[in-house]
């Protein structure tokens, strides 16, 4: 009875390893997990954040993009990839323009 509970447990296991959503899951855990270390001053002794920052956080828009939107980025993706990066200036030029006008605002 306790062998075939834990073969039963160990099918479930190789079941969720194989499955895509569960790897991205548990590397966007750790980069979570290692972000919040680094800014809490326990990990890394750097003395400029923001540059590591930015480069984590485009990694897991990757990872995100190749687990859990399941984006390749191959010729066949090209029209997906393209309208992805074009919907990311439209809202960066809204965003950053928005906050220049509330900066230059003269009131």
Same mark, same amino acid.
């Given at each position: 009875?306790? @062998?075939?509970?834990?073969? &039963? @447990?160990?099918?479930?296991?190789?079941?969720?390893?194989?499955?895509?959503?569960? #790897?991205?899951? *548990? !590397?966007?855990?750790? =980069?979570? #997990? $290692?972000? %919040?270390?680094?800014?809490?001053?326990? +990990? +890394?002794?750097l003395n400029d954040y923001k540059y590591f %920052? +930015? $480069?984590? &956080? #485009? +990694?897991?828009?990757?990872?995100?993009?190749?687990? *859990?939107?399941?984006?390749? %980025?191959?010729?066949?993706? $090209?029209? /997906? /990839?393209?309208?992805?990066? *074009?919907?990311? !200036?439209? #809202?960066? !030029? !809204?965003?950053?323009?928005? @906050?220049?006008? =509330?900066?230059?605002?003269?009131?």
């Open positions: 009875m306790l @062998l075939r509970k834990k073969n &039963t @447990l160990i099918n479930i296991f190789a079941f969720f390893i194989k499955k895509k959503f569960f #790897i991205g899951f *548990f !590397i966007s855990l750790f =980069f979570i #997990i $290692f972000c %919040f270390f680094v800014l809490n001053d326990r +990990l +890394l002794l %920052f +930015l $480069f984590l &956080t #485009i +990694l897991q828009i990757f990872f995100y993009f190749k687990y *859990f939107i399941d984006i390749s %980025f191959s010729q066949k993706n $090209f029209f /997906i /990839i393209l309208s992805l990066i *074009f919907t990311g !200036i439209i #809202i960066s !030029i !809204i965003s950053i323009g928005s @906050l220049w006008i =509330f900066d230059h605002l003269n009131h």
